[in-house]
């Protein structure tokens, strides 16, 4: 069995903190903690992780990668950019999925256990705990698709305000002012830069926030088809769904055909990320398109540098977002 950072910790005879601080190069760590953990580090052949291997020297040539999920092609995009700039400079990803890993500790504990240079984390929530972690080991690390609030990060996000703004905008533009707006999740930046999106599109019609047309999708096509579901059980007066990603509006697409009504007859529907199943025909949604590719090559490329040089400046990129118009979205203006 490979050895531990508390291998380390019970033949040094010292904490687990006071271990880590050593493998991060703390200059408070006293020498004697040093040199005892250098012996426990002989003594058990533990691989070295990126924070230990200042005091090696050694480079593994392994990033590790952080997402939610595959099932949506949008992180699946996302890891192909990232593999695409990192094999440009010989590194290999070592790929974490599933969103109750992707807020655990212990999965950035065992990316450090296998050796990787550097991370990158897409789908980070308000309420992880990765990036003190990752601050404490000091490793390079970059954040994709989520911008932190109050902490010093490397990161590449697309315009998550502008994106909900732009649909909103458009269906404005149509002729739509009951817009029902499914929200993602309740501690995700995003979902809350795209709500403050969608109000103020409608404050700039004169329009108010209407708390009956607002319902939580949870990023997830279920939990988007019961919210719309119950919608339309209340009868609540809408002509148009705009929802924080294309998973949602899936799952509101597949509510609102099941209870019989047309898209975009009945009701006119737009997403946002433009994964590529929003295209296909017989559901032609109209959506915004997310640069997600481009956005996991970025990373890549950022993460790169940062590990060849440690004292670079954080690196802070917003890519634009661009409406993409299909056939989910009825022009009221013109029927009247």
């Known amino acids: 069995m490979r050895a531990t950072i508390k291998d380390l910790a019970r033949i040094a005879n010292l904490s687990t903190s006071t271990v880590s601080r050593v493998l991060t190069g703390d200059p408070h760590v006293s020498l004697d903690a040093v040199e005892k953990v250098n012996e426990a580090i002989k003594a058990t052949g533990y691989i070295p992780n990126s924070a230990a291997r200042s005091l090696v020297k050694q480079r593994r040539n392994l990033i590790g990668l952080i997402v939610p999920e595959l099932e949506n092609p949008y992180y699946t995009l996302i890891v192909r950019g990232v593999e695409a700039a990192v094999s440009e400079f010989g590194y290999g990803v070592v790929l974490i999925s599933g969103s109750n890993q992707s807020a655990n500790s212990n999965v950035i504990e065992s990316l450090l256990e296998v050796g990787v240079d550097g991370i990158i984390h897409a789908g980070l929530l308000q309420d992880d705990q990765s990036i003190p972690i990752l601050s404490r080991w000091g490793i390079p690390y970059v954040l994709v698709g989520r911008q932190p609030v109050n902490e010093k990060s490397n990161y590449v996000v697309f315009d998550d305000y502008g994106s909900a703004y732009k649909a909103t905008r458009h269906l404005l533009s149509l002729g739509h002012r009951k817009i029902a707006f499914l929200f993602g999740k309740l501690s995700s930046i995003s979902s809350e830069l795209k709500l403050r999106g969608y109000k103020d599109a409608l404050t700039e019609q004169g329009l108010p926030f209407d708390k009956d047309l607002f319902a939580v999708g949870d990023l997830d096509f279920e939990c988007s088809r019961r919210a719309v579901h119950k919608l339309l ?54 959506t915004v398109d997310v640069p997600k590719f481009e956005m996991g090559q970025l990373a890549g490329q950022i993460l790169i540098r940062h590990i060849d040089d440690p004292k670079l400046d954080y690196e802070h990129y917003t890519l634009p977002s661009t409406v993409v118009l299909r056939e989910s979205c009825r022009n009221l203006l013109k029927e009247k």
């Open 233 to 286: 059980e209340k009868g609540t007066d809408m002509t148009a769904i705009l929802a924080s990603n294309d998973m949602m509006a899936f799952g509101a697409r597949d509510a609102v055909l099941k209870a019989g009504l047309d898209i975009p007859g009945d009701i006119s529907l737009v997403g946002i990320d433009n994964i590529f199943w929003s295209g296909m025909w017989g559901i032609n949604l109209t």
